[in-house]
């Protein structure tokens, strides 16, 4: 099988699990973000993946080839870290040419690979410019460059954004993520920022705990969360208690039914956790009690721009609700309203 394959993929630090049994397909040409907490294990997996560090178990393969021990400088893999790590008493051209040079590519192989790069990053003028005297946005192109001067196999990015001000990064977001796709290069891109996953990754790969807890598109996992870790760790979300009541129903706190997408696996009685991510709560003028339509208070109101962010006591639960401004009709603090919480937005989480 193409692409770069991971089974049962362990890494122990003495008796201390720092990734537990790591299964993955990452496909030729995507952008694949491993998310999660500070601690999860994302940096150890991605130098596993560079050869940086032993596997204490388990296998690495790529294009079907074993390459779980072959070292770092056999792999062919280009690697950009959140230090960036460049030179700074060289230049921009000689940073983006030393991969070349430990390579042994001719000198004039490598100024025209140096030229190429510059063009592609946009720094053609920059070339004979000390890299020390580079703005952050510029600098993090320049490591780039030289990640993928030697036409690497896959890119690793390592948080390589995270010391860049909020709209930089924003832009070197778009930036990196355009490259990749005009250079159809594998990527495999670490963070903890859940907004930069889901903006730039085909496949998200979230990690909890030390081990993988979910893998899909970006959309599958704001949508579909596997458990709770990953509704709560993916964007803002309501998660509640409830109880399953059968027949596609289940019990609030405060005595309401809900009725949500029906799952096999609850069984009557059985306490569960639900979710419903503020943008599908809908809030209107107090209203009789109808199917989920639920009567609440308004407990807090916070205008924040673009959207209005409303608290809502209903039923034993505090929800929190998004609208436009447009969809604000007097929310007040201590108003009664009318909450819909429609059942194909409520996902029932297993444990
Ligand atoms: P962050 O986002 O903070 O960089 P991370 O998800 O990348 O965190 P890792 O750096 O991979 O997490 O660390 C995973 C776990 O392994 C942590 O508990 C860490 O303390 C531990 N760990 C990492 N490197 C070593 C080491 N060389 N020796 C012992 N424990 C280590």
């Known amino acids: 099988m193409t692409g770069l394959i991971l089974e049962n993929v362990e890494k122990r630090y003495g008796s201390a699990c720092a990734v537990k049994d790591v299964n993955l397909h990452l496909p030729e040409g995507k952008l694949v973000c491993f998310l999660g907490p500070s601690g999860c294990g994302k940096t150890t997996l991605l130098r596993m993946i560079a050869g940086l560090e032993t596997l204490s178990g388990g296998e690495i393969r790529l294009d079907g080839e074993d390459i779980g021990h072959t070292p770092a400088h056999e792999r062919n893999f280009?690697?950009?870290?959140?230090?960036?790590?460049?030179?700074?008493?060289?230049?921009?051209?000689?940073?983006?040419?030393?991969?070349?040079?430990?390579?042994?590519?001719?000198?004039?192989?490598?100024?025209?690979?140096?030229?190429?790069?510059?063009?592609?990053?946009?720094?053609?003028?920059?070339?004979?410019?000390?890299?020390?005297?580079?703005?952050?946005?510029?600098?993090?192109?320049?490591?780039?460059?030289?990640?993928?001067?030697?036409?690497?196999?896959?890119?690793?990015?390592?948080?390589?954004?995270?010391?860049?001000?909020?709209?930089?990064?924003?832009?070197?977001?778009?930036?990196?993520?355009?490259?990749?796709?005009?250079?159809n290069i594998t990527t495999i891109l670490v963070t903890h920022d859940q907004r930069e996953a889901m903006t730039m990754a085909d496949i998200v790969v979230v990690l909890g705990e030390h081990r993988v807890q979910q893998v899909g598109t970006p959309i599958e996992i704001y949508r579909h969360p596997a458990n709770e870790f990953v509704a709560d760790f993916i964007g803002s979300g309501n998660i509640f208690p409830a109880t399953a009541l059968g027949n596609g129903k289940v019990g609030l706190p405060g005595g309401d039914a809900l009725e949500v997408p029906i799952c096999s696996s609850i069984v009557v009685g059985e306490k569960v956790k639900m979710l419903i991510r503020p943008e599908d709560l809908q809030l209107s003028h107090p209203q009789a009690t109808a199917g989920n339509r639920l009567l609440g208070k308004v407990t807090f109101v916070r205008d924040i721009g673009a959207t209005i962010e409303t608290t809502v006591e209903c039923s034993g639960v505090s929800f929190t609700a998004l609208s436009t401004p447009s969809q604000g009709f007097g929310l007040n603090i201590g108003n009664p309203v009318s909450v819909t919480l429609p059942a194909e937005a409520c996902r029932v989480l297993s444990a």
């Open 78 to 183: 280009g690697m950009v870290f959140q230090s960036l790590a460049l030179f700074p008493h060289m230049t921009v051209g000689e940073n983006i040419a030393y991969p070349l040079k430990l390579r042994g590519v001719s000198k004039a192989d490598q100024q025209a690979r140096v030229v190429e790069l510059l063009e592609l990053i946009q720094l053609q003028e920059m070339i004979d410019r000390p890299v020390a005297k580079l703005s952050g946005g510029q600098r993090q192109r320049v490591a780039i460059a030289r990640a993928i001067a030697s036409r690497p196999k896959i890119l690793l990015l390592d948080e390589p954004l995270s010391a860049l001000d909020a709209k930089l990064r924003e832009s070197m977001q778009v930036e990196i993520r355009q490259l990749q796709q005009r250079l």
